[in-house]
């Protein structure tokens, strides 16, 4: 009943919905990242002009790799989705092993499997925050103080106690 407004967006347009966001937090995570990194390795004097060098360089490609990733991701876990006919924490954590094990492909095949598990196991672990939260949340919605029992003596406004 909580996610009944919460609809994802059919499969192909979902994989370039999450490319973008996955490329813009990619962005602008390391524009940040590389701002504060080319602050602090620049001499003084230059810190400034350093800074906004490192930052234009590389938190673009920071972000492409997001987006490369997102890309990936969701383009497997909509494979997933229409190969076994049904949306679970499975094919989101298959998507993050095959995701994984792909982009080091060009590394070999150790690299590739490394990354494949290590890819699965980060995902699975996300899966399971989110059951956690989720079930904490409806546990804390169902465990609630049942209704009171009706008055037996009616809604006349009379008082049980002895006078």
């Known amino acids: 009943m ?4 919460f609809q994802r967006d059919p499969c192909p347009w979902r994989i370039l919905d999450d490319a973008g ?22 001499p003084k004097g230059a810190k400034m002009g350093g800074a906004v060098t490192a930052m234009k360089m590389r938190g673009p490609l920071l972000g492409g790799s997001f987006g490369a990733w997102g890309g990936l991701f969701s383009t497997f876990d909509c494979a997933l989705v229409a190969v076994r006919q049904k949306e679970d924490p499975w094919n989101s954590i298959f998507s993050g092993a095959i ?19 290590f890819g699965g196991v980060i995902l699975a672990c996300i899966e399971g925050v989110a059951i956690m939260f989720n079930r904490f949340n409806t546990d804390a919605h169902v465990n609630q103080m049942p209704d009171l029992p009706p008055d037996p003596l009616g809604a006349q406004g009379q008082s049980r106690r002895a006078y």
Do not use: P
């Open 21 to 42: 966001a996955a490329f813009a937090m990619g962005a602008i995570g390391g524009s940040v990242w590389h701002l504060i990194r080319g602050y602090r390795a620049s």
């Open 99 to 117: 995701t994984g094990g792909v982009l080091a492909a060009r590394q070999g095949l150790k690299a590739s499997a490394k990354s494949a598990v």
């Open 2 to 5: 909580a996610e009944e407004g």
